[in-house]
């Protein structure tokens, strides 16, 4: 509508113009009739030039962010013509996998010639998970406002947004000893030592001391060892990614990452079972110490929460009845009694449970 | 405890744009230059404008000026006031206004006798060139009082670019409207270009640079600048946008861009066409010429020479004079006139016949020749003794002609008749009685009247003095003494004098205003004490049939011709043979006797008001009043008197005619156009007009009943003015029956402090029972509703302000 706008009142000044130079036998107007009619040239051999000679990138911080902190995305566009735009629009996706939220606006520039535009976006997150943000298109308006063209660019950056927790040193290590305690040990392999079961893909929070670096120089993907994990000392721990209308899973994901600080830094050894929506199974993995607590968890918000028809306490209990005791991360249904439970926000709770002998 | 009290999640992230659920967008930044930088360009623009407007238009007429001293303070007063812009608060921007207000006093108090003087002098120049392009007999000259023009031009040109500065920069900041713009600037340059004056190119450039940058901004936005702006603002109904408020580098590189494109076409156009070659192409200048009248008759008279001070259709005007400032015939049809044409004259039929001259007006002659009844007086009156001379003459000349007219829509206090009629006894009956109406419209008369095809050569061949003028009225020989030296005057002018013939007189007078006063119908009126005749003869010198009639009677009475000043219609031959045969009529019923041209059939000719006319009776010795045709031959073609025909007719390729600017693929007529093009202007004008007056009624009424003693019906008022506001915001406003729900719905959409509980039953207790003694529940109810009202406006679109607005 406004283009419309544009090029009526752009005639009107023409036809304006052909009136006062007819009228007036106007020289003036000649020459500015001359001007007005080389002018829309101008303005579209600009676009066009612009357009072919624009580029762009966005960057996001490579470190995880915590929730609620804010961050900056950058995003730099390039006009490497002659010509400047008063309008270029950044047509933006923004989401966060974990949740599958998704938004997208406009952002709308200015496009200087032979000058990169930079452009600091201050982004903060109420909830944990993967920020993406994507380009696919950039739009380009002309200096008279009448036509728009548009370019298709393929930019994206990603930042991860984890969670903010305390650290629960005493509550956790005594629920962790009570849970040892009655796990069941394997007999078959041996203390702390995991043997590889088989080789796959490298799926983004995949530990890195698990890269089977000699393959992945072979090849051009990185390749990873699968491993079957038992440790002798362990605590099992169950972390249920169910949302609800409240969000719990937020309240999940700090009450876990509180436990599982402590549970590293106490040199307690423990194995994280949770349910893939990526890989579609119950996924079990071992943490030792800090850096794998940390994948672990960037492992957890590159996958996506589920709702609550999904019963990881039956999948687990299914797949792992002789494990014995397990720590159970997730909604609080009310069964929780105080001397093995640990309560966090939005209505969850850590809980020892068992998962029953064979 | 407030002071602890936590932010809600609301509140966090209120001035945030929530780009997805959980994610949020803080303030933006960009390196966008500084907002000094930013000021600056905008002040280069209103420069540029202010600049090109007056130096454009002083240059054109070459008018001296010192213009360092006027470049210097444009350019310091428009960095002034755009820099105001610049402060960081409101009130700092109010206070250099008002600074510079009384500083505007001060100035103009100082320097008032240099800016008159320099004012006074451009007008004087402007009216000299004025006088010589509209060939004007004099202008009025105002003094200047200090002889120093150079500077008091400057001084001048200062002053008159302050007032273009301050509104140009509001409009810049504001509203960017290329509209106001070209309006507030180019038709200061009309004067020099239709006068034939080229501004200097340099200024040119300068303007043609302003208006653009003034498009581009319009059309992209982007101009709308405070210092206190964020640099990126979230816009759009859904918020669907961040966008950058304003960036001074592609602000300074498109003034630069769009200077070199401008300066390049200026220069490349100037090499290809020249200028004086520009100007040959166009062979004829009619629009010009159409208009050149008008506006000489303003500068010549201001204002009052648009004002007709009775109708300006053509028609009878009766003998009142100089009171039209142009003529626009609507061309309907007067009479219908059914009759035998007999020879190549044209036809005239009389309607109104003057015979004293005053106050600029002819009276009435009925009456004027003292017969002792009224069958002699109106046989007089109405040439009967002519006619009896031509009944009775059996010479081989000798016709009778009847002539059937209709009158369709003429002035109804006169009767229309050929010359030389014989009026039956009901006519004369009619006059006789003073009726008013003489003949009413729809209604038809037939004469009987007797031609006289062939005049002798004889008649109107003796001098004056020796013309027998017993038998004529000494009103017909008399010229007011107002008039009486100007007429002296213009027959020595002539050439008159008293040793020639009546016809010698008439064809000398003839001939001088055929050459030296040319035919128009945009003579301007008369201005006020002026002497209609007088005027016309010595300044005004164009005029219509009135002008020449009236002149050529008082000059041929000067000279001892009786004549009398006649109007009725008129129409030639040529009009005669293109109109259509009156079908079933006999010739011979119609006509007998001599014919110029033989067998003619019977006519029926449509007489429109154009053909309205003024003319001249002599007496000529021996045979009685003649008339005599004093009106040079007009070359103004009637269908283009309007601008917009003429202009239309110049599209479709008036000035073709020598192979010159063709714009005959255009195929524009807008003089058929413009009608229809007023109508819907005035049409939508109409609309608006209605439209805006319907709101202010109900503005005030709803006024008037928040604002009456019944302090619970006031309230009531103001409670359902605010829930039709909530209306237009919010479409499911109405899903919301209970005042609690309503109270609810605006507490948490806009954010207002308030005890539902409390506000529910004060409201529902004014509404169901008539409790409302208590001053101060009024005040808060009344102030709570304000501030529901005032959130409301502020949280509402563009949109919706607007619909407000009609609430």
Same mark, same amino acid.
């Given at each position: ?97 974990f949740y599958r939220f ?24 109420d909830n944990c998970g ?5 380009? %696919?298109?950039?739009?380009?308006? @002309? +200096?008279? &406002? /009448?036509? $728009? ?39 078959? %392999?041996?203390?702390?030592?995991? @043997? +590889?079961? &088989? /080789?796959? $893909? ?37 972390i249920s990614l169910a949302n609800n209308e409240d969000m719990c899973v937020e309240g999940v994901l700090e009450l ?19 349910y893939?929506v ?26 996506v929460c589920h709702d609550e028809s999904i019963d990881v306490e ?15 991360i997730g909604q609080n249904d009310g ?9 966090g926000t939005r209505n969850t709770v ?9 | ?20 659920s959980g ?785």
């Amino acid at each position: 509508m406004k283009k419309i706008r544009n090029l009526i009142r752009y005639i009107i000044v023409i036809i304006l113009d052909i009136f006062m130079m007819v009228v007036f036998h106007s020289y003036l107007n000649f020459i500015l009739l001359v001007g007005l009619l080389l002018f829309p040239l101008y303005s579209i051999i600009g676009v066009y030039q612009a357009r072919a000679h624009a580029g762009i990138s966005i960057s996001a911080p490579l470190e995880p962010m915590v929730r609620g902190e804010e961050f900056l995305v950058n995003i730099h566009v390039l006009n490497d013509s002659f010509f400047p735009l008063v309008n270029v629009n950044v047509n933006l996706n923004v989401s966060n996998s974990f949740y599958r939220f998704t938004g997208e606006h406009v952002l709308n520039i200015p496009f200087r010639a032979k000058h990169k535009t930079k452009v600091a976006y201050p982004i903060t997150m109420d909830n944990c998970g993967r920020f993406y943000c994507e380009v %696919k298109t950039l739009s380009f308006v @002309d +200096i008279l &406002g /009448i036509i $728009e063209l548009e370019k298709k660019v393929d930019a994206c950056t990603q930042c991860l947004v984890i969670p903010t927790s305390d650290e629960m040193n005493a509550e956790a290590g005594q629920i962790y000893f009570k849970g040892v305690s009655e796990a069941v040990e394997s007999k078959d %392999k041996g203390f702390d030592y995991s @043997d +590889i079961s &088989g /080789i796959r $893909e490298y799926i983004p929070g995949d530990k890195l001391q698990n890269i089977h670096w000699k393959l992945s120089a072979k090849g051009d993907d990185l390749m990873v060892k699968e491993r079957v994990n038992v440790s002798a000392m362990q605590l099992n721990v169950l972390i249920s990614l169910a949302n609800n209308e409240d969000m719990c899973v937020e309240g999940v994901l700090e009450l876990a990452d509180g436990i599982m600080k402590a549970f590293v830094k106490q040199n307690m050894p423990f194995t994280v079972y949770y349910y893939s929506v990526n890989r579609g199974e119950l996924v079990g993995e071992h943490v030792i110490n800090d850096i794998e607590r940390r994948q672990l968890i960037e492992m957890l918000l590159y996958d996506v929460c589920h709702d609550e028809s999904i019963d990881v306490e039956d999948m687990f209990i299914a797949k792992h009845q002789g494990l014995g005791s397990y720590l159970y991360i997730g909604q609080n249904d009310g069964s929780a009694d105080d001397g093995n439970s640990i309560v966090g926000t939005r209505n969850t709770v850590a809980v020892l449970k068992h998962s029953g002998h064979a | 405890m407030g002071l602890f009290r936590r932010k809600k999640k609301e509140d966090v992230h209120k001035d945030d744009f929530m780009m997805a659920s959980g994610m949020y967008l803080g303030k933006a930044d960009i390196k966008n230059g500084h907002i000094v930088l930013n000021c600056f360009l905008r002040a280069l623009i209103v420069f540029f404008l202010v600049l090109g407007t007056i130096g454009g238009f002083l240059s054109a007429f070459d008018i001296p000026c010192n213009y360092l001293i006027v470049i210097s303070v444009f350019l310091i007063l428009s960095m002034y006031f755009s820099f105001l812009y610049a402060t960081t608060r409101f009130i700092y921007r109010d206070l250099g206004y008002i600074l510079f207000f009384g500083l505007f006093i001060v100035m103009i108090f100082v320097f008032r006798i240099y800016a008159n003087s320099g004012f006074y002098y451009v007008v004087n120049k402007v009216l000299d060139r004025a006088k010589t392009f509209f060939d004007l007999p004099g202008v009025r000259e105002y003094e200047v009082q200090i002889g120093n023009n150079v500077l008091t031009v400057s001084i001048a040109a200062c002053f008159i670019g302050m007032v273009m500065i301050i509104v140009l920069n509001i409009w810049m900041y504001s509203i960017m409207s290329v509209f106001w713009t070209l309006l507030f600037t180019f038709p200061v340059m009309f004067i020099p270009l239709y006068m034939k004056m080229s501004p200097d190119p340099i200024y040119m450039v300068f303007l043609t640079i302003g208006y653009f940058c003034v498009f581009v901004f319009r059309a992209n936005g982007h101009y709308v600048l405070f210092a206190w702006d964020s640099k990126f603002k979230v816009k759009g109904i859904r918020k669907k946008r961040v966008t950058y408020t304003q960036d001074a580098g592609v602000f300074w590189q498109l003034i630069l861009s769009l200077s070199a494109l401008f300066l390049v076409t200026v220069f490349v156009t100037s090499a290809v066409v020249i200028p004086t070659e520009f100007e040959r192409r166009f062979k004829s200048d009619r629009l010009r010429s159409k208009t050149s009248d008008t506006i000489g008759n303003f500068l010549l008279l201001g204002f009052s020479s648009f004002f007709d001070k009775y109708p300006n259709t053509a028609g009878m005007s009766g003998g009142k004079l100089g009171g039209v400032s142009n003529v626009r015939p609507d061309y309907l049809t007067d009479l219908n006139v059914v009759f035998v044409p007999y020879g190549n004259d044209a036809i005239y039929l009389r309607g109104f016949v003057g015979g004293e001259y005053g106050d600029n007006e002819w009276t009435d002659a009925f009456g004027y020749e003292n017969e002792p009844d009224f069958e002699s007086e109106f046989n007089k009156y109405s040439l009967g003794q002519e006619k009896d001379l031509l009944k009775n003459d059996n010479g081989k000349y000798h016709a009778k002609a009847y002539m059937e007219i209709r009158n369709v829509g003429a002035a109804t206090e006169y009767l229309y008749y050929p010359y030389y009629t014989e009026f039956d006894a009901e006519t004369k009956k009619n006059i006789e009685g003073e009726e008013e109406t003489l003949f009413r419209n729809g209604s038809t008369k037939k004469y009987e009247y007797y031609p006289k095809v062939v005049w002798e050569e004889e008649l109107g061949a003796l001098t004056p003095d020796k013309i027998d003028k017993s038998n004529v009225s000494g009103v017909y020989l008399e010229v007011p003494d107002k008039n009486k030296e100007v007429i002296d005057e213009m027959c020595k002018k002539i050439g008159l004098d008293a040793s020639m013939t009546e016809y010698e007189i008439v064809d000398k007078v003839r001939t001088f205003f055929a050459e030296n006063y040319p035919y128009t119908l945009k003579p301007g009126v008369t201005p006020e004490g002026s002497d209609f005749v007088n005027y016309f003869l010595t300044k005004n010198k164009k005029g219509y049939c009135a002008h020449f009639a009236s002149s050529s009677v008082l000059i041929f009475r000067e000279m001892g011709i009786p004549a009398r000043y006649v109007e009725g219609y008129a129409f030639s031959m040529e009009e005669v043979f293109t109109s259509d045969e009156a079908e079933g009529l006999e010739a011979s019923d119609y006509y007998s006797g001599y014919s110029a041209l033989g067998d003619a059939p019977v006519m029926n000719v449509e007489v429109s008001d154009a053909n309205a006319h003024a003319w001249v009776e002599i007496y000529v010795d021996g045979f009685g009043w003649k008339t005599v045709e004093m009106t040079p031959g007009s070359n103004e073609e009637t269908e283009e008197d309007d601008f917009w025909s003429a202009f239309g007719a110049f599209m479709q390729g008036g000035a073709d005619d020598d192979g010159g600017f063709n714009m005959n693929g255009l195929n524009l007529s807008l003089s058929s156009l413009s009608g229809i093009v007023f109508v819907i202007i005035g049409l939508i004008l109409l609309v608006v007009l209605i439209y805006i007056v319907r709101i202010i009624i109900r503005k005030i009424r709803r006024y008037m009943l928040m604002h009456q003693t019944n302090k619970r019906d006031a309230l009531i008022a103001r409670y359902s003015y605010v829930c039709d506001l909530l209306r237009v915001c919010n479409d499911d406003f109405d899903k919301y029956r209970s005042h609690r729900d309503q109270l609810t719905f605006m507490k948490e959409t806009y954010d207002v402090d308030m005890d539902i509980d409390e506000v529910t039953e004060l409201i529902e207790r004014m509404s169901f029972h008539d409790d409302m003694s208590d001053e101060e529940t009024f005040n808060r109810i009344s102030q709570l509703m304000h501030v529901i009202k005032k959130n409301i406006k502020k949280k509402s679109s563009l949109k919706n302000r607007v619909k407000m607005i009609q609430k």
